[in-house]
């Protein structure tokens, strides 16, 4: 097994573009990324590293990026290789801010890096994704309709982002995340005599596509908005092209039961560190 680097993320998806396509699903926010810093999107920053862990006959069976602000995520990879990505990643970029990675990789690497340094590792959550290739439509009769988001609401979906940042903590300000999605045509609406809850498209790269940032404001919960708003986005993008529809949630989070109901199942999961330094 070797580790192989590469100099930009052009070269790194010239390399594992294919492997990682195998598995858009999983992939998708690891693809996704690396496809916006190749076309030069503002919202990635360096420093960047960017691997891929080849067998004996030149094959990746493994990949992993770093950026800001999303810090390092690491896919599939034989434990015997994270000596030699922490020695890399520290070596590119320095002790990463973040860590995300199959449980045991993520713990072995925070372990390593707090060994080595004077930042000290702390798990954050444990995040699962959840794929949906046809939608279990919600028993209740939810009233109001899906729309996209519209610009005279850039106070509420900014207001609705900080609170969603209170409520679960993220390495990305919550609010300019739902305003660009916003201006980018991603952001939609469930809509019941005004807004209700509010959801977001990402990962448009590959065969599917991501929803993330479902937010209802608590005077709106446990009415059937959440799970109208996500079944409808969902089956939308279903009906219009995408092969599946995946969604990432934290462990134990009672959205969890939720997109369950609506036939989302588990597929992989993944466990969040972060570097105090």
């Known amino acids: 097994l070797k580790l192989v680097t590469f100099e930009d993320a052009d070269h790194f998806l010239g390399r594992c573009e294919s492997w990682l396509l195998e598995r858009s699903d999983i992939h998708n926010a690891t693809y996704s990324s690396a496809a916006l810093i190749a076309r030069g999107s503002p919202v990635f920053k360096g420093p960047y590293w960017f691997g891929a862990i080849e067998n004996d006959n030149g094959d990746v069976i493994g990949c992993g990026t770093h950026n800001l602000p999303d810090g390092l995520w690491i896919l599939e990879t034989p434990e015997n290789m994270l000596d030699t990505i922490h020695r890399s990643v520290v070596d590119a970029v320095g002790v990463p801010h973040r860590i995300m990675a199959p449980q045991n990789a993520a713990k072995w690497l925070a372990e390593r890096c707090s060994e080595t340094s004077k930042a000290r590792g702390r798990f954050q959550a444990r995040w699962h994704t959840y794929r949906l290739d046809k939608v279990i439509w919600p028993v209740k009769d939810v009233p109001g309709e899906l729309r996209k988001g ?85 089956h939308a993008r279903l009906s219009n092209g995408s092969k599946f529809v995946v969604l990432n949630v934290t462990d134990g989070n009672p959205a969890e039961g939720l997109y369950q109901r609506l036939g989302y199942r588990l597929i992989g999961s993944r466990d969040c560190f972060l570097m105090d330094k």
């Open 150 to 234: 519209r610009i005279e609401e850039e106070d509420l979906i900014a207001r609705w982002g900080r609170a969603f940042g209170e409520e679960h903590p993220a390495p990305v300000d919550v609010a300019d995340f739902m305003l660009r999605k916003l201006s980018e045509g991603d952001l939609y609406v469930w809509d019941n005599s005004g807004a209700k809850t509010i959801l977001s498209l990402s990962g448009h790269e590959g065969k599917g596509i991501r929803i993330s940032g479902v937010y209802t404001p608590p005077e709106f919960r446990h009415r059937g908005y959440t799970s109208a708003a996500v079944a409808a986005l969902s």
